[in-house]
């Protein structure tokens, strides 16, 4: 059975190899059918498939470019060469590619005409023969041209990196467009004008040769004719693939290097080492994989002769198997079944015990619940005892601690009484003080400054009537302001300092980025006065002096400026606050609209101030005004504390009349909600008449207009002014005029602002005065102290009265609460004791009932195993054969008298019988029995009475496989020889190819001062051959090899080019292209590499070049064979189209210079 499977394996994978052989060739011939009926190309040349048009073929349908097909080999891996190799002709290499008397290669691009491409309209020029540079600047249409040449061939547009799509390079707004290529005709031969049509709407494109409409496999074969390598970036670099030739692959690089230069066997040499080494692989494999079968096959038949020997012992082994399923579970179930009666009536017995331990303790257990039941109780009543004397202990530690202030205000007056005397003698020093400070203030305000009327001034500067009328507004406003101004000065009487910094804020605005909003005692406004204390509460002193800025930058200039470098003329500090917006700093409130009315609310403080609108942040922030709620005295606080306490933000406050309720909840226990009351003062700072928000905001937004129309005038007289040049005069004297009177205002303001500060101080320095004037004599004073003095001895002595019924009222509730403590301790006692009765009486109860449990388990096991065994055994015998069925039933009935023998003599006393010729094995003996006849079994080969035929045929099979094996071996001899007479080709004139490439490349690195190097890296494998390029810039460096990733962008675009140029002169394509490769160049680099280009593309077995670059240095070397096309661009070109050539305007400039010449001769 064995063989049979490896039989069948073998049979499989000859049916797999030939499935997948058929496959294989099915799909080339399917690609191949899709090439000829779709067009496209990929990346590396393939034209783009566009719909309605054939593609170009790959290979230009000829197979090989030796023209002969490699070996092939069918299912078994024999070779089945279709010719013989050693006829097949080779190319023959040219040395220098033909030129016409023209200068042009065959297939060099001669004109070039674009109409509604990218970004031209329509342009036609004509590339000479050698190197073009293609110059202008960024966006002026020179990778376009790289664009067209690419395209206008017939290759897709992957190539260029760009737009993947055709249409996506007809000209904006354009519907149609077309490129027409001109390319150089082999020598006697016309040339070769290619149109390409293109159409905005279609992804689709039409071509024509020569007028002739054609299909994209016929431009296909022309430029395989030509040997044109666009899709090679060896000879076409368009811009956005000059990154991707640094990141070529080494393997890529060297095949990509083969088809631009050298011989042009080189390809194909090298396809057929990779193709004849893969064919060499794969029948070694082959051989191997056969020499190993026949091994195999040969060993097998060495051993199939002892098969026969131990069938029969096999068979014999199988049945004693068979035997052994069936009495292992009957046994298993057997032993089951006894230890199910054993472990039942140990189950039953705990049953029992259990029932009669529970019964016996139930009424020390109902005693024990009585006790508790007391012994709560009278814990209740104890606990009530000593809250009350708790509270009554609390009440008198109160009127210990009032008596102790009592006591101690006793004592500061009389300090004060001992004291007064000096106190009158510094208050007569200060009366004296303060009137000379006043007579001070007096004779400076007694100055006279004669100073001009500032109306009068304003009304000098005005010109228009709405300038008048601005004016008014602005009287008005100010009037509106003067508000203000009365709290600047009260500002001034509570903190100078600030004060002063708001004065030195307004006059210095444009140091700050942002607006800084003056402290809320000036910025902050209660419009409604009912709700004007309440909100001054929320406020503390140094929250209504604080300046808010909006900023980090001008929170630190205010600093700076103010508290740091005293501004002010003095060490001054005043408070500044400024917080980012984050949300994480936002709490919401902790109601919805809704719910505060519920609650009696009628809003939260934040809704009846009115201040600037950045300002809000701080008053969120700082002072929390959006989340106290405001209330009458109808708010009911037990539930306002819960609904503030529920909330997701944490506890809040609120004002509940004339209540301002501080609501928080406790750090220990249940954390319950607390709540601390304070009464809420009258206001005092925003009592000030207010300035009419809406009256204010009306005559701002007239002044606004008014000013917008002024504006207006000023524009228009600014045109006149620009006629008029005689105004221009005037105004400048009018300007001078204005300049004079400003300064003749300023000094006003700034006498105004004097006598203001000197008004403040007198005022400050009288109310001082009055203060000291108005206090008491030393003798009225002492008088009072006395009187104080008598009536705080009164209170200390109510206090005693009091203090000693207290006293009496604990001593009864100590008493009490003893007395409650003594039974709460007795029957608390009784009760620990009966507990611990029931304790240990439960513990024997509790032992029988884990007794229980664990036996009920166990019975439960085994009642359950031993119905799943009998259930198994069952169907062991239902199953088995009926050989096997009467070798048991044979066994269980001779077991079964034996049995029943031994039961009867043990009943009776006599000699049991004998066991012999009786199964009596255990389990564990069955199973032992049947892993070791399982064992056996295992270690015999599975043998059939066809042995000898089997032995027979595989002897057959062996002879036909080593005629296989030799024939295969004969095959890779003859790949071998192919392989070593190709390489014998190829690996010579790579070195040679390499060796010219790489002496040009390390000579033009030379001459700038860097190191570069070109090797051939070898491999096993052929495909894996590579040309590595190493360089090095810099003197401290090694060679290393070139990367997208090690080498800087100039770096790797100065390799770049230099491989190129050294690809030149061994290039056998017709022309080649490279757009912007200097970019990232250093001058020095730069102008090495343009000076070697010129040298080598304008030699005279050169190809056409074309350098698109948008940047050209100074003093470049030039050569009579270069061209240089520059792209220029603009709003306006001729309506006839010659006139745009730059030589046509030249040599017509030159014609005219002469014909003048002559005339005037």
Avoid at 76 to 100: I, Q, Y
Avoid at 284 to 302: T, V
Avoid at 759 to 773: D, G, P
Avoid at 1128 to 1136: A, D, I
């Amino acid at each position: 059975m064995k063989v049979k499977a490896e039989k069948a394996v073998k049979a499989e994978k000859v049916s797999k190899v030939k499935a997948e052989d058929a496959k294989q060739n099915k799909g080339k011939r399917r690609v191949r059918d899709e090439e000829e009926d779709h067009q496209g190309r990929d990346e590396n040349g393939e034209v783009d498939a566009e719909g309605d048009e054939d593609a170009l073929d790959e290979e230009g349908g000829s197979g090989s470019p030796k023209g002969r097909k490699r070996t092939r080999l069918n299912t078994n891996g024999d070779s089945h060469p279709a010719d013989d190799d050693d006829d097949a002709p080779e190319h023959k290499h040219v040395a220098t590619l033909p030129r016409d008397t023209d200068g042009f290669i065959p297939g060099s691009i001669v004109r070039i005409q674009l109409q509604n491409f990218v970004t031209y309209d329509w342009v036609e020029f004509r590339p000479g023969p050698y190197l073009n540079m293609i110059i202008g600047p960024n966006g002026t249409g020179k990778s376009s041209i790289a664009c067209a040449i690419c395209l206008g061939l017939g290759w897709s547009p992957q190539i260029l990196g760009r737009a993947s799509e055709i249409n996506s390079f007809v000209k904006q707004g354009k519907t149609s467009g077309h490129i027409e290529i001109e390319l150089k005709g082999p020598k006697g031969k016309p040339n070769l004008v290619i149109r390409r049509n293109l159409t905005s709407t279609s992804k689709t494109s039409t071509f024509t040769l020569n007028g002739v409409s054609a299909i994209g496999r016929e431009i296909s074969s022309q430029m395989a004719a030509l040997n044109v390598q666009i899709g090679n970036l060896c000879t076409f670099l368009p811009q956005d693939k000059v990154s991707e030739f640094a990141a070529m692959s080494p393997q890529d690089l060297l095949k990509e290097t083969q088809r631009a230069a050298g011989d042009q066997n080189l390809t194909a040499w090298h396809k057929t080492l990779i193709e004849a080494g893969a064919d060499q692989k794969k029948i070694n494999d082959l051989i191997k994989s056969e020499m190993d079968q026949l091994q195999q096959m040969r060993e097998r038949n060495e051993a199939i002769e002892r098969d026969v020997q131990r069938c029969l012992e096999r068979q014999k082994i199988e049945q004693e198997i068979a035997l052994l399923e069936v009495l292992v579970p009957v046994q298993r179930y057997r032993e089951a079944r006894e230890r199910y009666q054993t472990v039942k009536a140990e189950q039953r017995r705990c049953h029992n015990k259990v029932v009669a331990l529970k019964d016996k303790n139930a009424p020390a257990h109902d005693l024990l619940k009585r006790l508790a039941v007391q012994h709560k109780k009278l814990e209740k009543d104890r606990e009530d005892s000593k809250r009350s004397t708790q509270s009554k202990f609390k009440k008198i530690n109160e009127r210990w601690n009032e008596d102790e202030r009592l006591e101690n205000a006793a004592e500061d007056l009389q300090l004060k009484l001992e004291t007064l005397d000096n106190e009158e003698k510094d208050r007569s020093k200060k009366i004296k003080n303060a009137q000379a400070n006043i007579d001070s203030i007096r004779k400076e305000l007694a100055k006279e400054v004669k100073l001009e009327n500032q109306d009068d001034l304003t009304r000098e500067i005005s010109t228009n009537p709405r300038a008048d009328y601005s004016s008014r507004r602005m009287s008005k406003l100010k009037k509106l302001d003067n508000v203000e101004v009365r709290k600047l000065q009260m500002l001034s009487q509570w903190d100078r300092d600030t004060a002063d910094a708001v004065v030195w804020y307004r006059n210095n605005k444009d140091k700050f980025r942002m607006e800084v909003f003056e402290p809320p005692y000036l910025s902050v406004n209660v419009p409604d006065h009912a709700f004007a204390s309440a909100v001054e509460m929320a406020f503390s002193g140094n929250n209504m002096k604080t300046f808010v800025a909006q900023c980090q930058e001008d929170y630190d200039t205010l600093n700076r400026n103010i508290n740091d470098n005293q501004v002010l003329g003095r060490k001054v500090w005043v408070t500044t606050w400024y917080r980012a917006r984050m949300d994480r700093l936002f709490v919401p409130p902790p109601m919805e609209r809704d719910e505060l009315a519920r609650h009696g609310f009628s809003g939260y403080l934040l809704d009846y101030v009115t201040c600037p609108q950045g300002l809000e942040w701080f008053l969120q922030v700082e002072l929390n005004l959006h989340r106290i709620a405001v209330g009458g005295h109808n708010v009911d606080v037990n539930r306002a504390m819960d609904a503030v306490c529920r909330s997701r933000t944490g506890p809040a406050n609120f004002i509940a009349g004339t209540s301002y309720n501080i609501v928080t909840r406790s750090r220990y226990g249940k954390k319950l909600a607390q709540n601390m009351t304070r009464d809420i003062g009258k206001a005092k700072s925003f009592i000030a008449t207010s300035v009419d928000p809406e009256v204010k905001k009306r005559i701002d937004g007239e002044i606004a207009e008014h000013k917008q129309h002024l504006d207006m005038l000023k524009e228009a007289i600014d045109k006149l002014r620009q006629q008029l040049s005689a105004v221009e005069v005037e105004d400048s004297k009018f300007q001078r005029r204005v300049n004079d009177i400003n300064a003749r205002r300023d000094a006003i303001q700034h006498e105004v602002q004097r006598r203001t500060t000197l008004t403040t101080k007198q005022k400050r320095a009288e109310a001082e005065l009055k203060t000291l004037l108005n206090k008491p004599s030393a003798e009225q004073e002492r008088a009072e102290i006395k009187k104080g003095i008598y009536k705080i001895s009164k209170q200390r002595v109510a206090i005693v009265k009091e203090y000693k019924e207290y006293a009496k009222s604990i001593i009864e509730e100590q008493s009490k609460a003893t007395r409650l403590g003594l039974e709460f301790l007795q029957v608390g006692a009784n009760h620990a004791a009966l507990r611990e009765l029931c304790n240990r009486k439960d513990e024997r109860y509790n032992i029988a009932l884990a007794e229980f449990n664990k036996a009920d388990e166990a019975f439960k096991e085994i009642k359950s195993e031993s119905k799943q065994l009998l259930l198994e055994s069952r169907t062991a015998i239902d199953n088995c054969e009926p050989d096997i069925n009467t070798l048991y039933e044979d066994i269980q009935s001779a077991r079964f008298q034996y049995e029943k023998e031994l039961e009867d003599a043990e009943a009776a006393g006599k000699t049991p019988p004998s066991d012999e010729g009786i199964d009596l094995r255990s389990t564990e003996e069955l199973e032992a029995e049947f892993d070791a006849q399982k064992a056996q079994l295992e270690i015999m080969l599975n043998t059939n009475p066809g042995v000898i035929e089997e032995y027979e045929k595989r002897k057959r099979d062996i002879e036909a496989l080593e005629r296989t094996v030799q024939q295969k071996q004969t095959n890779a001899q003859r790949v071998e020889q192919k392989i070593k007479k190709a390489r014998d080709n190829w690996e010579p004139a790579l070195e040679q190819l390499v060796a010219k490439i790489g002496e040009k490349f390390s000579a033009a690195f030379d001459r700038i001062g860097c190191a570069g190097e070109i090797r051939i890296g070898q491999h096993e494998d052929y495909d894996k051959w590579t040309i590595d390029i190493l360089v090095k810039f810099r003197d401290d460096e090694k060679l290393q090899l070139l990367t997208s990733q090690r080498q800087s962008g100039g770096e790797r675009s100065l390799t770049t080019i230099l491989y190129l140029m050294s690809l030149t002169e061994q290039a056998r394509a017709p022309f080649s292209l490279v757009d912007e490769i200097n970019q990232g160049m250093d001058q020095r680099a730069e102008r090495a590499v343009h000076n070697n280009m010129v040298e080598t593309t304008c030699k005279e077995e050169s190809g056409q070049y074309f350098l698109i670059t948008p940047k050209l240095l100074a003093d470049l070397q030039y050569h009579k064979r270069m061209k240089v096309l520059c792209v220029n661009n603009g709003e306006w070109l001729p309506e006839e189209r010659g006139l745009g050539n730059m030589m046509n305007m030249i040599e017509g400039y030159v014609d005219r210079q002469k014909h003048r010449a002559t005339n005037s001769a």
